[in-house]
């Protein structure tokens, strides 16, 4: 490992030697305070220097915010029908169900399109990211 310094505040970080020509470095602390301009860089040319578990982090957040988006409204026109009279913690499991679901539908759907990729051998997409 080799000290160089976070390209989003400057401060030192750890990198490891195969990573030293990376154009930007980031280190831990900005890549979970600062997730707006960690965005704003090239993930190809960018170090993290962040544990896993932050990175699942981050990605589990993008990824809830992604569905939300696309898929909130859908959900709420349909557990509306389901939640008169029931108290709020039941509502609240309730759409807490309708997500999980629909999260767990599109881990599935991802892994058989990421499992199709691999075996045509080209980029395609999953349709929990087309926005
Ligand atoms: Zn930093």
């Known amino acids: ?45 960018t170090y993290l220097g962040a544990g896993e578990e932050a990175i699942d982090e981050m990605m589990a957040d993008g990824m809830a915010m992604g569905l939300a988006d696309t898929a909130f409204d859908e959900i709420w026109k349909e557990a509306k029908k389901h939640l ?25 759907e991802g892994a058989r399109a990421d499992k199709r990729r691999m075996e045509r051998g080209r980029a395609g997409k999953n349709a929990c990211h087309s926005g």
């Open 1 to 45: 490992m080799r000290k160089v310094n976070c390209s989003i505040c400057g401060g030192g970080m750890l990198c490891p030697e195969s990573m030293l020509k990376a154009k930007h470095h980031v280190c831990g602390e900005c890549f979970e305070e600062r997730p707006d301009k960690v965005v704003k860089l090239d993930p190809a040319k």
């Open 84 to 108: 008169k009279g029931l108290a709020e913690k039941e509502r609240a499991r309730h759409l807490f169900e309708a997500g999980a679901h629909l999260a767990i539908l599109c881990m599935l």
